[in-house]
């Protein structure tokens, strides 16, 4: 069992920014990669951005490409997503993946952490 712990959210006007952070209890030789996924009231749960642990390669959805920045570190464990330039329509639960390698798909999910934006 793999636990994710995320931190970082809140309230934010547009235009501002916040970093999530996600410490994983699993070592990252174990996993393929860390995600970041959000879900709106509403609407389905959607991919944010993805880090490869063994080539440092990252992905992102198209509407936080150039604003969200993920990054992480195998020591820790731990991957941090830094939003800048937020917009309304980034307001939900951010959640935290991890998986493929050992921990296989769609791997196991942190609790969620709130990010709301203010118009």
């Known amino acids: 069992q793999v636990q994710l712990v995320e931190s970082g959210g809140g309230l934010v006007q547009a235009g501002g920014s916040l970093r999530l952070s996600c410490a994983a209890s699993a070592r990252t030789f174990s996993m393929g990669a860390m995600a ?3 879900q709106a ?3 389905e749960r959607e991919f944010v951005a993805a880090i ?5 390669y ?3 959805a198209d509407s936080v490409k150039g604003r969200f920045t993920i990054s992480g570190d195998n020591a820790k464990s731990t ?5 800048n330039s937020l917009k ?3 307001t939900a ?3 935290c993946n991890a998986r493929g390698g050992a921990l296989g ?12 934006v203010s118009s």
């Open 105 to 116: 798909y769609p791997g196991y999910w942190g609790q969620g952490t709130q990010v709301t």
């Open 93 to 95: 639960v951010y959640y």
């Open 41 to 43: 009231p509403g609407k």
């Open 88 to 90: 309304p329509e980034d």
């Open 79 to 83: 991957v941090w997503l830094q939003m």
């Open 36 to 38: 970041w996924f959000r």
């Open 52 to 56: 490869s642990w063994s080539s440092s």
């Open 58 to 60: 990252t992905d992102y």
